[in-house]
């Protein structure tokens, strides 16, 4: 490919180098060839000015109307290429004042949560303490009836074995129901209160 390339490279030049000595032949002088003859001029001059009245009264005014709505098309785009860069502008402001108040509401969110748990945390914490004081409290009050029962049960086992001994000891039996068994279980009772106290 390289090799026609420089063959028809060698050929123009060749007949680029032969064209002025075949313009020189025909005798007539170098400057001559320049200055047109009057029978060709006029005739050349009159299609000359035909065709340009023809083409300035038929095809210029089509041509520059051509131009002036291509020059309104190219202004239009132009135009409406302006307004789509402001209105994408305006709305990459707008996305990204939504995306800033979405964010801004995402951690008023996670604050007002935090703070939620939080209440509930110390809601929960305020109730387990409540309930362990009411606990205790059923407790100490179970313990303190338990141990008056135990009282009482261990009062009244201790006056049947005071009577019981008594009557060993006086020989003779003492009344249960009586004045005796009053005056033993009340002494039960003060001694069980001083020992409490």
């Known amino acids: 490919m390289k090799n026609s390339y420089r063959a028809l490279a060698v050929a123009a030049a060749a007949s680029c180098a032969a064209l002025p000595q075949i313009a020189f032949a025909e005798g007539t002088g170098g400057a001559e060839i ?3 003859k009057m029978a060709e001029f006029v005739p ?3 299609a000359f000015l035909i065709i340009l009245f023809v083409l300035a009264k038929m095809a210029w005014p089509q041509i520059l109307s051509t131009m002036e709505e291509r020059e309104r098309r190219i202004a239009d785009s132009l135009d409406e290429a302006e307004k789509t860069r402001q209105k994408a502008l305006a709305d990459r402001k707008a996305s990204d004042d939504i995306v800033t108040d979405a964010r801004r509401q995402a951690a008023e969110i996670v604050l007002a949560a935090r703070q939620d748990a939080e209440t509930e945390r110390s809601r929960i914490l305020a109730a387990a303490h409540a ?3 009411d606990i205790l409290a059923k407790a100490h009050t179970s313990a303190e ?3 008056r029962s135990i009282y009482a049960d261990a009062a009244a086992s201790i006056a049947d ?3 019981s001994v008594a009557s060993k ?3 003779k039996t003492l009344d249960e129901d009586g004045e005796q068994r009053r005056l033993i279980e009340r002494y039960i009772e003060e001694a069980g209160s001083l020992n409490a106290d």
């Open 169 to 171: 000891i006086v020989a």
């Open 34 to 36: 320049l200055i047109p």
């Open 161 to 163: 074995l005071s009577v």
């Open 145 to 147: 009836e338990e141990r």
């Open 131 to 133: 309930e362990a004081e």
């Open 44 to 46: 050349a001059l009159i």
